[in-house]
């Protein structure tokens, strides 16, 4: 259903202690102490959360589509910069 | 209907218990009413999760019912197969579910009564209710601030949304007086009206909404004496259960 006037608020939940929170979708909601609670209320309902973020969608400052190349694929050349590229001793052990 | 109904065997305790049920049995169906017709679709899932709530805590009260009788019933028996005149349910849980503001007015009238009331219970002297009271008021803990943040913005939003709550609050106010109706304290503490009342004057304070003047309460839901709107309502609950008795998922 449309809802032109309410504001979308983005949402990030933390499923448990020691993750971070990750973002599981969208609400409406006038307000961001509606937010929190639809949030609550549409994310959480099988014991997902621990925690919710709710940020308001216009507060995201996202990348241009566009500049994709400009911004991504010089890294596709540079693999010494993946840990992998090194080798670890032996005496390290498990890192 | 196609099947008769059970006769329950009243003890005090027993017409207790059924009564809180039928409270949260009606009132989780006049929510799930909703279901398909909500505003927005965060609200319809935040009125199907309170009436989920609602009706399991039902489920745990009529399962103590059906302990205390010890007439073999079950939960679904107590549901499905009461007439009207053995629902003991408050009248203000009845009531058609009218338009938004007058379900979340109702919601808030109900749950700030129930909320502290579920928290009495869990120092209270019956063993079963406490069990379910830790749970529940977890439950409508959250069913208080859902419904008095929007009474809240209903009342403190737009001249159409103010007159609707208004109006709501207006119209439920003289059936709140049986919430409060004495309990036999040797069964459950009875709901505190000060605490209540002080609770709904602050949500109504900031919703810049006007209390009604304590007049003419309606009383009869606990004796078993309906508004005319239950029986339409368990003929729809009722229907698929007295169709197909002892039908199973």
């Known amino acids: 259903m449309s809802t032109p006037e309410i504001p979308l608020w983005e949402v990030f939940i933390r499923s448990r202690s020691g993750l971070s929170h990750r973002h599981v979708g969208s609400v409406h909601a006038a307000d961001a102490t509606m937010a929190l609670g639809a949030a609550r209320d549409v994310y959480t309902r099988r014991g997902e959360g621990l925690s919710i973020w709710v940020v308001p969608s216009n507060a995201i400052v996202a990348s241009d589509p566009a500049d994709k190349a400009m911004m991504f694929e010089p890294t596709a050349s540079k693999i010494y910069r993946h840990p992998t590229f090194y080798e670890v001793p032996d005496d390290v052990g498990h890192m | 209907m196609t099947t008769t109904s059970i006769a329950v065997r009243e003890t005090p305790l027993v017409l207790f218990l059924l009564g ?44 103590l019912a059906a302990e205390a009788e010890g007439a073999g019933h079950s939960e679904d028996d107590f549901a499905y197969f009461r007439d009207e005149r053995a629902f003991r349910n408050v009248l203000l849980v009845e009531l058609p579910r009218g338009d938004f503001a007058l379900t ?107 209390r009604p003047a304590d007049g003419w309460m309606q009383r009869g839901g606990r004796g078993g004496r309906h508004t005319e709107h239950l029986g339409h309502l368990l003929a729809e609950m009722q229907s698929v259960a007295r169709a197909h008795p002892g039908a199973v998922w």
Request: proline content about 5%; hydrophobic content about 50%.
């Open chain 2, 104 to 210: 979340m007015a109702r919601q808030f009238l109900y749950a700030a009564a129930i909320d502290p009331w579920w928290r009495a219970c869990m120092a209270g002297p019956h063993a079963g209710l406490a069990e379910i009271a830790a749970k529940a008021e977890k439950e409508t803990a959250y069913h208080v601030r859902h419904s008095a943040e929007w009474l809240i913005r209903l009342g403190d939003g737009t001249a159409e949304s103010h007159a609707r709550a208004q109006a709501a609050i207006d119209l439920l106010w003289p059936y709140t007086g049986e919430l409060f109706d004495p309990v036999d304290p040797a069964l459950a503490p009875t709901p505190d009206r000060a605490a209540w009342l002080s609770a709904v004057d602050a949500v109504l304070a900031r919703a810049t909404l006007t």
């Open chain 2, 20 to 63: 809180r049920a039928d409270d949260a049995l009606v009132l989780g169906h006049r929510l799930s009413e909703w279901t398909g017709h909500a505003p927005m679709l965060e609200e319809e899932l935040a009125l199907a999760n309170l009436g989920l709530d609602l009706i399991g805590q039902a489920r745990g009260l009529y399962a």
